[in-house]
């Protein structure tokens, strides 16, 4: 109940504020004097802190989604404008699979000193005692406490969570509105709206699957609902032989979803759709609704800047599914740095720049977890997510991310699913290499 009324909190104060901002250029930069008094009283108080001139240079290891990339240039800014002789030497690769295997690369030879990926990250890496301990830090103290238990391991905080995203099923509203369609909220209304859409001409869900992590990300977003929210411990259980995909009705439902809007989308071009052309028809109206997550709507105010669209859970097997909450882009320490005390550096950069946190916000197009500041641009669907969160219809993606691990798991388990819908393989088979993949599954 707690996080509940945490999260519930955060979107409020985001809503509030989306209210009385305008969407022109001219207003783009404003912040409230409450909060602009707040971050500006750090930044004083940072600046006083000893500096002895010393030139660094901190290698950073970048895992990105696509709504991340080129957000390095915009730190790099930042830092220089306060510690011009900290540089930061990044090598930028796609959150995933990439990012994981240069992790166990740089497990073998020694960790670069800043890491930035993903919440669930934390608790892979941290356990193996590779991050450093960021408790207590100024830093810190900015971030909404409903961030920090993802990225706590054994007691210490070791990740900073900058921001949130929210995953569900993204709708054209003047679609809806113009045909009187109802928000589903079991998967028999869902069918409804899926033929009611049909008999209109209009084709219900926009999907890409060309890209592996797509379908991983929907599947899972499917079983924190179904499964994880049902059985916190199914992980734990699927590795100790307790349960199994292949026997778990839940799971098999979980995939079965994939085949629901694969034969309700364009399923002749599913498979080579880029996802900004994807999420451009849903503005564009050639279709209602796609399971997606915050890292689309960059994409659907870069066609429209005034795009309607809103967002509501999957709906799920026991009618009670709800929002994801997923913490996103999150700042590691290594462990074995030489560099700590410049880190701490980077990080209240990176904490108490009001500029630059309304630069990043904006440009992802995302929910901050910095307190005191809320970005700017216009996002219709925070309505609706507000609305949950009010509802206590929100749930923590690393219910499902910190059970199992996603490169050489998940996302091979996203290859079985594609190859299925393709048919080149059986269901069952999909769900038995999912099982044969037991032991490669634990974060």
Known sequence: MKMKRILALILSMVMITSVFVGCGSE???????????????????STTAADDGQEVTLKVLAGQSTT????????????????????????????????????????????????????????????????GDLTGKEYINRVYDAAIPGVTVDGKVEGLVYNALYQGVYYNRKIFKENNIEIPKTLDELNEVINKLKSLGITPFATHFLDTWSIGNITMQFAINDVFSK???????????????????????????NKLIFDNTWSNETFSLEQTECDKRLITGKAAMKVSGSWSI???????????????????????????????????????????????????????????????YDYTKTAPMIKGVTPTFKNPSQADIDKY?????????????????????Q?????????????????????????????????
């Open 68 to 131: 991340d990339t080129g957000i390095e240039d915009m730190f790099d800014k930042a830092l220089a404008k306060k510690y011009p002789n900290i540089t930061l030497e990044w090598e930028c690769v796609g959150w995933g699979q990439d990012f994981n295997a240069k992790m166990q690369q740089y497990m073998q030879s020694g960790l670069p000193d800043i890491i930035i990926g993903k919440a669930q990250d934390v608790a892979t890496y941290g356990s193996q005692g590779l991050l």
């Open 231 to 257: 059985e916190p411990k199914w992980g734990d259980k699927f590795r100790a032989g307790e349960v199994s995909f292949v026997n778990s009705p839940e799971y098999r439902k979980c995939y079965e979803y």
């Open 298 to 360: 960059q994409n659907f105010l870069d066609v429209d800047e005034n795009a309607d669209f809103g967002v509501f859970p999957f709906p799920n097997q026991t009618g009670d599914a709800k929002l994801i909450f997923e913490p996103n882009i999150t700042f590691m320490k290594s462990a074995n740095t030489e560099y700590s005390d410049a880190i701490d550096k980077v990080f209240d950069v990176f904490t108490s720049d009001t500029e630059l946190l309304h630069e990043v």
């Open 389 to 409: 969160a009010s509802e206590g219809k929100i749930v923590d993606a690393n219910t499902g991310n910190t059970q199992l691990i996603w490169g050489g798991f």
């Open 411 to 443: 996302e091979e388990n996203a290859k079985d699913i594609a190859s299925w819908l393709q048919g080149k393989i059986q269901l069952d088979d999909a769900l038995k290499a999912a099982d044969s993949r037991r032991a490669n599954s634990k974060p």
């Open 27 to 45: 207003t783009s930069n404003n912040v409230s004097t409450e909060s602009s008094t707040a971050l500006s009283t750090s930044d004083a108080e």
